[in-house]
């Protein structure tokens, strides 16, 4: 499996199993699946709502001998009601129980987006804080504490812009180690690309493959498929793939972390295998040339009427 290497010497698999979107029942069987068939990467968020499943299928695959713990690379996210400096320790101390480990691999701010404290996901713009109100220098500094503390190995953040990172970088006393993004060839970001190669950030890629299951409110009418796209399945034609490892291929070469989401034993295993596709300069270009900065996960949960969140000021677009 090939690897992102952190300056401590560090290794993170590129390919790593998400779990978002996978249900209670589900989850667990599917993390186990993946550990047997060779997955080294699993990324979680406590807001999943299947932590504690996560957590128990990775102590029952460390019991089984099937994987050892240092093998295994393990991601969370702190939530965005817990962005205030004396939350972000409880945060990820529960994640730690909810995953059955004593220290994370790497601990990300989910959003640059603040609830009000005690608020899961909010029904009013009410629950809402500006950024302002707790701004990500404070919870960055929190989230270097709890590093220096040893309760995770590195810390980055999810959903944030060149402008926002390059903000923080200008008040942190380290910069993010990962910055976790949409991206695929519709959304290729070749700008937030180059900051972060500029500044050593390592990328994720979350809904590689376009996220066709995402969220039906975040289902946009007419919203193209990523996995039907004529020039990808061309592609998977003349290398003997699949469109999804194609796309997941694509992301490889380029250097970044991929998470794609499955709870099938087949996808699993044909995702594990898009390691093995080896795209030609021709084909890379062909995909680069679908770029139309298209998100399928737009924000705009985050943006209703009174929010003090706008798709403008999420992405600095």
């Keep these: 499996m090939t690897h992102l290497t952190f300056p401590n010497g560090d290794r993170m698999p590129l390919l790593g199993l998400g779990t978002w979107k996978s249900r209670p029942g589900e989850v667990g069987a599917a993390v186990a699946e993946a550990l047997a068939l060779g997955w080294r ?17 990775l102590e029952g695959a460390i019991a089984a001998g099937t994987v050892r713990r240092e093998e295994v690379w393990l991601t969370s996210k702190l ?73 995770c190995r590195h810390i980055g953040v999810s959903n944030l812009s060149a402008t926002k990172l390059a903000a923080l970088a200008g008040q942190a006393r380290s910069l993010p180690e990962v910055n ?40 946009a009418d007419a919203a193209p498929v990523l996995l039907e796209d004529p020039v990808v399945r061309g592609i998977a034609v003349q290398r003997g793939a699949s469109p999804a490892q194609v796309l997941l291929a694509w992301s490889l070469q380029r250097g970044v972390s991929a998470i794609p989401k499955s709870v099938s034993p087949t996808r699993l295993a044909e995702n594990l295998q898009a390691q093995a596709v080896q795209l030609t300069a021709a084909d890379m270009a062909a995909l680069a040339g679908l770029d139309r900065h298209a998100r399928y996960i737009s924000g705009d949960v985050w943006t209703p009427p009174g929010s003090p969140y706008t798709l403008a000021n999420l992405w600095d677009e």
């Design 79 to 151: 939530w965005n009601n817990a962005h205030t400096p004396e939350a972000v320790e409880p945060a990820l101390r529960q994640t730690l129980r909810d995953l059955r480990v004593e220290q994370l691999d790497l601990f990300l701010i989910h959003w640059p987006v603040i609830f009000r404290p005690g608020v899961l996901f909010p029904q009013s713009a009410e629950e809402f804080l500006p950024l302002e109100a707790c701004p990500l220098a404070d919870t960055w500094a929190a989230m270097e504490a709890v590093r220096e503390a040893g309760l």
């Design 180 to 219: 976790q993004v949409e991206m695929h060839p519709y959304l290729q970001q070749p700008g937030l690309v180059a900051w972060c190669e500029a500044h050593g950030v390592h990328l994720t890629a979350y809904s590689p493959l376009g996220s066709p299951d995402r969220p039906g409110r975040q289902q």
């Design 41 to 57: 990467h699993l990324d979680c968020a406590p807001i999943y709502g299947n932590e504690p499943e996560v957590g128990e299928a």
